[in-house]
């Protein structure tokens, strides 16, 4: 094992009463994101069928799954490894070879189109879980591109009456994600006719929040042309409707600091929701006849008899977790463009901690991981270790793998001492240990070489595909007992979809590695400043390739070569200069 795995395992696991298997999955997870993009590990590549053989089904899937983060983006040598895993008789780790595949191929392009040659067949196989890895290697391998033939392959899927409603939740998702900012017609008029042909027992299953994420983030950043949408969404029953659209209308103004909207989001979280559906009940009452009272009544006495199942304290309904908890996210996602927003929010934040129903306070954590990726604040910090201790186990779980996201591929060390106690802390449950675990690996993701920050070009720009990625796995932990902690861990790898490299890398014009001394510095800024200001401060010298943390900037420390691009972030050409003496 790393050094870093070493780091993480030197604590909570000796002599804790850890179900071995929920142990093997975490370590399968701190061995793909430690390792990721390596092409190498300790654990998979000496002996891997030995290691996929010790974790209980699902989790074969993921473990074999974190076989394409290790070989992440290397799509020729990658996948002649994964390939003796699509031949394996167990048909957990085939639906993981066949993610496998699709993570090695996200964001790459390649002419042979190799994801859609192995995995299109598999989108209508009788086994569901072979169905799910296939669908959601092609949402990883294509994010983003917008491809007719990958689409037509999807859309299907939505219409098989056959399909459970996580394979259709899971498909619903991979549109979203490889269509995602396009306003695609075809995909918003297939997912919207899926959401009104479903029963009203399949909208209540937890996988139903897919389908809303998949139509949202076709509009990611389009602002008013999602309007249209949100008119057709009335016709949508309930437990879906206010949930698809709130989603619709933060995705379409994501990054945007909309004042208006934030303010309608806070107001939908001040809303009790036990007056609320009250109210609701009223208004059915009234528009409907006895009979089918009588009958909405039966489905109501079902349903708060499996809320009350899952938690005595509180009964959240699914439409409360719909308004509220995606409310939360809302705001950090339409106010995490710009400083001064995302430092209001974090206030805002909070007093929805203090004052907010339970579901606010499972969902403020994620709120606050989206406010700051890969970029650990020591207030987020703070907050979030508060949190870790919480009674509520899902406050907990969502303030721990929020702590994930929030240190992803930074090494911070106050984060990974943290992280240490935690697991001791939790070393009794094996639960809130997994959570532990995945934060840990997340904190030393490829061992301090990637992040998940979703900005670029001096934080200018904001990457569709990388929000699409944090959102649908944040959205996800909305449910986290049932879905990361359940059986569908897999959502996890939507964060792939997030990682990039966070160095500076320069070539030549035959993009050929061109190694130049650089200065780095934390960035300053100096718009409407005259003259020539100093853009960095504070600067140390080193020789490309660079790390670049959060707020970093660099410039050129020789006068020999010229950039062609005017930000020095990731891959940079330079070209001599013509007027350079020695």
């Given amino acids: 094992m790393t050094s870093y795995q070493n780091l993480c395992y030197l604590t909570g696991l000796v002599g804790s009463n850890v ?41 074969m899937m993921s473990a074999t799954a974190t076989l394409g983060m290790v070989l992440l983006w290397d799509v020729d040598g990658g996948l002649t490894q994964i390939d003796k895993y699509l031949y394996s008789t ?13 993570i090695v191929n996200s964001g790459v392009k390649n002419e042979c189109d190799p994801a859609l040659a192995l995995l299109s067949d598999y989108t209508s196989h009788q086994t569901t879980m072979i169905r799910i890895g296939s669908i959601v290697g092609l949402s990883l391998a294509y994010a983003g591109s917008n491809r007719e033939d990958v689409l037509s392959t999807l859309l299907p899927v939505l219409g098989d009456s056959k399909a459970s409603m996580e394979v259709v939740g899971m498909a619903a998702l991979a549109c979203g994600m490889i269509s995602v900012g396009s306003c695609n017609g075809d995909v918003t008029s297939t997912i919207l006719q899926t959401l009104m042909e479903k029963s009203e027992a399949d909208l209540k299953s937890t996988y139903a929040r897919f389908l809303a994420l998949g139509l949202a983030l076709t509009y990611l950043g389009k602002q008013e042309a999602a309007d249209a949408i949100l008119a057709a969404l009335q016709v949508v029953a309930e437990p879906v409707k206010s949930m698809a659209e709130i989603l619709v209308d933060v995705c379409a103004y994501a990054g945007t600091g909309n004042v208006l909207k934030i303010q309608k989001l806070l107001h939908i979280c001040s ?43 509180d009964k959240p309904t699914s439409k409360q977790i719909a308004h509220q908890g995606i409310a939360v996210i809302g705001i950090a996602l339409i106010a995490m463009g710009e400083d001064i927003g995302s430092e209001m929010c974090i206030r805002s934040f909070g007093n929805l901690l203090r004052y907010g129903e339970t579901v606010i306070k499972r969902a403020v954590p994620l709120a606050l991981a989206l406010l700051s990726p890969s970029n650990p604040k020591l207030q987020i910090l703070d907050t979030l270790s508060k949190f870790s201790h919480d009674n509520d186990q899902e406050v907990c779980a969502n303030s721990i793998l929020a702590m994930g996201i929030v240190g992803a591929g930074t090494n911070n060390a106050r984060l990974g001492a943290m992280l240490r106690q935690l697991a001791i802390y939790h070393s009794k449950d094996a639960s809130s240990l997994f959570m532990v675990r995945l934060a840990q690996g997340l904190t030393h993701l490829g061992k301090g070489t990637l992040t998940v920050s979703p900005f670029h070009s001096d934080r200018a720009l904001m990457h569709p595909v990388v929000v699409a990625g944090l959102l649908s796995s944040l959205i996800s932990c ?25 160095m500076l890398t320069t070539f030549d014009e035959e993009l050929r590695p061109l190694p130049v001394t650089v200065r780095v510095g934390q960035a300053v800024d100096v718009v409407g400043q005259a003259g020539k200001p100093k853009t960095i401060t504070g600067f140390q010298t080193h020789t490309t390739p660079v790390l670049l943390a959060h707020g970093e900037r660099a410039e050129l420390a ?20 013509p007027d350079y003496e020695q």
């Avoid at 994101?33 to 030995?50: A, I, P, T």
């Avoid at 809303?271 to 009588?294: G, I, L, M, Q, V």
């Fill in 90 to 102: 167990e048909d957990w780790i085939k639906a993981g070879a066949l993610l496998a595949c699709g």
């Fill in 478 to 502: 909305l449910d986290v007992k049932n879905l990361i902690l359940g059986k569908s861990h897999y959502i996890l790898f939507n964060l792939v979809a997030a990682i990039q490299p966070r």
């Fill in 271 to 313: 809303e009790h929701y036990e007056e609320r559906d009250e109210d609701n009940n009223d208004k059915k009452d009234k528009n409907k006849t006895e009979s089918s009272a009588n009958s909405t009544e039966e489905k109501m006495d079902t349903s708060s008899a499996d809320a009350t199942s899952t938690s005595t304290k």
């Fill in 558 to 577: 020789t006068d020999e070569y010229l950039a062609l691009t005017p930000i020095l972030e990731g891959f940079v050409i330079l070209k001599k200069n």
């Fill in 19 to 59: 179900d071995s298997a929920r142990a093997n999955l975490a370590a399968s997870f701190v061995n793909g994101f430690v390792n990721c993009g390596f092409g190498q590990d300790k654990l998979l590549m000496e002996d891997g069928n030995k290691w996929l053989y010790k974790n209980k089904e699902h989790g």
